[in-house]
């Protein structure tokens, strides 16, 4: 039978499962936390907030199980940190030479071995810490960033025209959000009235599902050699670990050095603004579950829902900016500016209504990403795209985590006196990428003539004009 170039089924299976149990992990963490802490039964309300539900007693320890679940995560994190860099720069890499699809199965696989471990842990009711371990397994066969580069290599590989490489990489994001948001919706009224048993179940079994497309139904767009057929000896293996290296090295010695100037300050903006971004997004729910807000399953299931609906109002903008002809720098600087408005707004919201208005500014903050990695493959040439991706899931892979662990860390010292400052923090470090952005918008007229084609030699195109501003 023959396949299908269709990714986005396997993005939105993947988005739907993941973001099923997503919401669920803090949410699980912290209950055990709190009957551990406490020798009490978690307070469960129907009100709309779960402060109603708490005695002074249960109150007085909100600040310590605040803390210890922030440090959870913060071990997590650095336990799986490390080995998913690693997989990922390879997988990524070896994409070029070895296929896509090793790239977005094996992401696939960990994420099914993720699942597995919390329905057994909450199923059996073991020891909690347990998920790190279980976190560093799954790390060692990629991540998020692993999975992602996979499918943007793979889109890459299909789209010749730079605006339907820009659209259609930012219609996985919107998968993303689409998907996520639908399962996010339903954590809550899951988790009532199921427990968490059944939403890990159901997330294993979807990805399950997603494996069984990706292996038998998802055509292949990098045709190996009859050679490469056959097993690899030890040898082979080594030479092909060095031309993983030897394909992010050629990236940029292959290129001028103003072309190499800007390829450098995109990865920059990219890296900085996923830093702060993400350090301030993945708190919002154990922000939530603090006071005064002391949100419900269901409050936080709606929460995250709207929070990825930025997916799709991203993605439209996107397209509607792009078919209007704006620059794409100013696509990106809308979007910094959204996530700076939002999180401001967060640091002081205070009830409920509030913190569902916070989501509203940051309904563009998706927009760079996409943008983003769309300029950065308009740089490097068609052979050099999955070495590109490679690196960039390592860079996102790495600001994501060592964001977590950092913000994480953060959020436990300051927890006690101010539980708003993470996301002041968070958006005083967007200046960072928006000063990069400037410095962008005005050398990139003048590298605009040196940035090379793809399959094209850099010294041949110098005439050229480069779609970077355009």
């Not at 094996?106 to 071995?113: A, D, K, R, V």
């Not at 450098?264 to 708190?283: C, E, K, P, Q, R």
Request: proline letters at 4%.
């Amino acid at each position: 039978m023959k396949g299908l170039f269709l990714v986005e089924p396997v993005v939105a299976l993947f988005a739907f499962s993941s973001f099923l149990i997503y919401p669920l992990v803090q949410q699980y963490v912290y209950r055990r936390l709190w009957q551990e802490l406490t020798n009490t039964t978690y307070p469960i309300s129907d009100n709309t907030s779960r402060c109603a539900a708490n005695s002074s007693n249960h109150s007085s320890y909100n600040e310590e199980v605040q803390r210890q679940a922030s440090l959870f995560s913060l071990y997590t994190e650095l336990f799986s940190t490390i080995p998913s860099l690693v997989v990922t720069l390879m997988l990524v890499a070896y994409s070029d030479r070895g296929g896509r699809k090793i790239a977005i199965i094996m992401p696939l696989i960990g994420m099914l071995i993720y699942a597995s471990a919390f329905l057994t842990v909450s199923f059996f009711e073991l020891n909690v810490y347990l998920l790190i371990g279980s976190s560093l397994l799954s790390s060692l066969f990629g991540g998020l960033g692993t999975f992602l580069g996979g499918c943007f290599a793979y889109i890459a590989d299909l789209c010749e025209d730079d605006r339907q490489k820009t659209l259609r990489m930012a219609g996985l994001d919107m998968m993303i959000g689409l998907l996520s948001g639908v399962a996010s919706l339903s954590t809550g009224y899951f988790l009532r009235a199921a427990g968490f048993n059944w939403p890990f179940l159901t997330s294993a079994l979807c990805q399950i599902l997603t494996i069984l497309y990706a292996v038998f139904i998802l055509e292949e767009t990098v045709k190996r050699p009859p050679a490469d057929a056959v097993i690899l000896d030890e040898s082979s293996q080594r030479s092909a670990l060095k031309q993983m290296i030897y394909g992010v090295y050629k990236m940029f010695t292959g290129a001028s050095r103003r072309c190499k100037t800007v390829l450098s300050l995109l990865m920059l903006i990219f890296t900085s603004f996923s830093f702060a971004y993400m350090g301030g997004v993945t708190l919002m729910t154990l922000y939530e579950l603090n006071e005064p807000l002391c949100w419900t399953e269901i409050l936080i299931g709606y929460g995250s829902a709207l929070s990825t609906t930025v997916f799709l109002i991203s993605f439209v903008g996107v397209l509607a900016f792009t078919y209007c002809g704006v620059p794409q720098l100013l696509i990106v600087l809308m979007g910094i500016l959204s996530v700076v408005t939002g999180m401001v707004l967060t640091a002081f919201a205070k009830t409920t209504l509030l913190m569902f208005l916070v989501r509203v500014p940051m309904l563009l903050s998706i927009m760079p990403f996409p943008v983003l990695r769309s300029m950065m493959s308009k740089v490097v040439s068609k052979s050099e795209q999955g070495a590109l991706f490679a690196l960039l899931s390592f860079l996102d892979s790495l600001t994501t985590n060592v964001s977590v662990a950092v913000f994480n860390s953060v959020y436990a010292a300051t927890v006690a006196w101010y539980p708003g400052f993470i996301f002041l923090l968070a958006a005083g470090l967007c200046a960072i990428p928006l000063f990069v952005l400037g410095v962008v918008g005005v050398i990139g007229v003048d590298v605009a003539k040196e940035v090379k084609k793809p399959e094209a030699d850099p010294v041949e195109d110098q005439n050229d004009n480069s779609p970077l501003l355009s």
